[in-house]
């Protein structure tokens, strides 16, 4: 059993900064890639950042250029720092692995 716990969210002003963390429990993290997600009310859950086990990333458009995601694998925990924050950011987080999702953290960007 894989659990996925997420940190870091809250409210930032417009330009701001955040950082989510989402820390693992369980037998599997350094040989799977690792995804953020976030989805706002009534849309779909959409892919934002993603690391693979060798460390190579993408992301959406969206966010490129902005966000930045990392992996810590002794401490089976990835990272998304978040700067420029726009109001169109705020959603709620949500990290996977393989199967496996974390309970979701709230980002709101706002003044």
């Known amino acids: 059993q894989v659990q996925l716990v997420e940190s870091g969210g809250g409210l930032a002003q417009p330009g701001g900064s955040l950082r989510l963390s989402c820390a693992a429990s369980?037998?599997?993290?350094?040989?799977?890639?690792m995804r953020w997600y976030r989805q706002v009310p009534g849309k779909q859950r959409v892919l934002v950042a993603q690391?693979?086990?060798?460390?190579?990333?993408n992301y959406a458009d969206s966010v490129k250029g902005r966000f930045t995601i990392s992996r810590d694998n002794a401490k089976k925990t990835v990272y998304l720092q978040m700067n420029g924050l726009k109001p169109e950011d705020t959603a709620v987080y949500y990290c996977?692995?393989?199967?496996?999702w974390g309970q979701g953290t709230q980002v709101t960007v706002s003044s």
């Open positions: 690391i693979t086990s060798d460390g190579s990333t």
């Open positions: 996977n692995i393989w199967m496996f």
């Open positions: 369980g037998s599997i993290f350094s040989g799977y890639s």
